[in-house]
């Protein structure tokens, strides 16, 4: 039913935390786990290939060279072998009733593109006491004002998402291009799920935690996707303003 994607690169640290959230999951077992080792030079290797030892639902690849994690992920969806696909970064982890909320989102709304809402965490594990809410839906010119999509929170028909495979290479948020150009040509709705079941993981320097980085590749995600110059000026404005109101709104976050 359901491929779950995970890019993983060095990431012995945080990598059991984010397979067990997959592994206690509410939702049915008919799920797979691929797991891309993006030439790891640390354990990440040995911790995935003991966990999968364990679970038959885990399944552990490696890419022939550091191919980055928008191939990475592209890699995962290649091997899928469910309706849906879903992604999860090796350093967030999910909620245990992610997927069957989203399931039964997708089932009441004839939904094939789904996102919910994050919980935040710091390297250490420490829940930080905010979260970043979501609308119950998005269209392509809402979400053009700001990504509210974030890529771990994703489920997504896979036929979708195999037409539309992440850009690399261009310094920008592939994933968040690849969410504009599939609403704007199927012209269809992303169901938002405004309940934290993903956890993300803040990181100082990451591209989420330094704004001026995040503002620059949101600017390219414009030019990427072929919007005139006019309007990549104003919905990048749109984008500073909702950036700079997002960060200092705090919403206490109640588990």
Sequence with gaps: MISIVMPAYNAQKYIKTAILSVENQTCSDDWELIVVDDCSKDNTAKIIKRMAQSDPRIHYVRNASNLGVAESRNHGVALAQGEWVAFLDSDDSW????LKIQMNCAKRNHADFLFCASALMDKHDNLIKT???????????ELLKQNVIACSSVL??????QEYPMCHGEHMHEDFAVWLQILRDKKIIAYGINKPLLIYRIHP?????????????????????????????????CYLHRSIVKYSRVTPYQA
Aim: charged share 30%.
């Design 95 to 98: 909620h245990k009733d992610k």
């Design 205 to 237: 320097g990451s591209k989420s935690a330094n704004k001026i980085k995040a503002a620059r590749m949101t600017y390219r995600v414009y030019r990427h996707i072929g919007l005139p110059p006019h309007k990549r000026l104003y919905y990048w404005l």
């Design 131 to 141: 979260w970043w809410p979501v609308p119950e839906r998005i269209t392509y010119k």
């Design 156 to 161: 997504i028909r896979r036929e979708l998402i």
